[in-house]
């Protein structure tokens, strides 16, 4: 009795890495669209792109301060007064009737505008790192939802080939029982396992459209069209320093930011001056008001000479502060390089795990030949070659699972590694 088992066993492999379930559209997406779409939906980079834009407004609006300011101050006061009752007549005239238009101008006032556009400057710094930060963790949760995604089509097509295999076996099998040179029992057996396993492969399909709608929630992706993803093709980079890390320059930032407190404690000691000036009328009474038309101005100074020692107070908060964010930056540096560390071992760990599983794929390839030539002699039931073979594709799948641990190790590595 010949049975045509290398034919067999070409085909689930065949039909486990490379069949298309007949659900997806025959159009790919790769990690690279999803990432792109995500970036281009998320609603907080926009939020930074319109920070940047009301920054450059808050120059301008320092600016136009620096400018002449006009106003226009008018007031109409009566003030009736008898023998007996009102204000004193030497103070309130009886009343005030007035309109000037006023202008006045800060002079001389550079140093104290420096502090504001570095204040500006440096929140435009960190709205930008915002905008990175924010995009690198999007990248690694979208890339970790997509390995996910793409772990739950390789179960899909890993279920489909092994059926597929079940459906060559059970017409075998119906053959040999109509011969007489197989139990009936093998044949239901086989069946049982064929309707379990169909149980499997719409369990698989379920959890992958669940982990596809994620994948396009987390992106802003509206298409509900079922595509076949690509290979996410994650590559481990090259170890960096931590003192180059853009996670590392936001002390940067906070240091910048200190000084520029520091800077602004300092200018409120400077003496300030403005010139101003105003034309216009201002009467007792309504009568004399043509009389009284005329113009003023004059210079304001202002020079700070005591407020209760508050600049050593303030330079105190800043120092602490500034000891914060240092210690902050210390952790930060010990905890990069630990982590990169602890995820290096465990990535070596899963190549060796690879490694195992490829030695076990070797001997079972073996033990199948062997079954083979002992099924073709009537030594061997076909139930024990197929369970043989069910243990090369859970193997298999195996090898696949631990291929996409490795993935999402190496995408944890580069979210860190940055």
Known sequence: ??????????????AAFFRVPHYYAQVSRDLEYYLNAGAANHPQFFDYINRIKSGKIDSLKIDASQKPQINLNSQILIAPSSKYVGYDDAITNGGNYSSLVGISQPMFNQKTLKPQYESIRTENQSTNLLTQ????????????????????????IYLQGLDKLLAEEDTILK???????????????LKL?????????????????????????????????????????????????????????????????????????DVRYLPRLNWFADAGFLSASPLTIPKHFGVSAGINLVVPLYD????????????????????????????????????????????????AVNEQIELSQ?????????????????????????????????????????????????????
């Open 1 to 14: 009795m010949k049975i045509t088992s290398a034919r067999i066993f070409g085909f689930v492999f065949f």
């Open 133 to 156: 930060i924010d995009e690198h963790q999007l990248k690694k949760q979208i890339t970790d939802q997509y390995i996910s995604t793409f772990s739950d089509r390789g179960d899909i």
């Open 175 to 189: 053959q040999l029982v109509s011969a007489g040179l197989c139990k009936q029992t093998d044949y239901i057996s």
């Open 193 to 265: 396992e064929r309707k379990a396993n169909e149980i499997r492969i719409s369990e698989a399909e379920n959890q992958y459209l669940s982990d596809l709608r994620q994948l396009n929630l987390l992106c802003g992706i509206k298409d509900t069209v079922h595509y076949i993803l690509s290979d996410p093709g994650i590559v481990k980079s090259e170890l960096k320093s931590p003192q180059n890390s853009p996670l590392n320059e936001q002390f940067t930032i906070d240091s910048l930011r200190l000084a520029v407190q520091k800077s602004s404690v």
């Open 308 to 355: 209760g020692k508050q600049k050593g107070m303030d330079y105190q908060k800043i120092k602490i502060s500034d000891e914060t964010r240092t210690r902050y930056q210390q952790y930060f540096i010990s905890q990069y390089n630990l982590q990169l560390s602890v995820l290096d071992e465990e990535i070596i760990s899963n190549e060796s795990r690879l490694s």
């Open 366 to 418: 073996s033990l199948i030949a062997a079954e083979k030539i002992q099924m073709n002699r009537g030594d061997l039931s076909v139930l024990t070659f197929i369970l043989a073979l069910r243990d090369q594709v859970e193997m298999r799948k195996d090898k696949y699972n631990i291929q996409l641990k490795k993935m999402k190790l190496i995408n944890e590595w580069n979210y860190a590694n940055w």
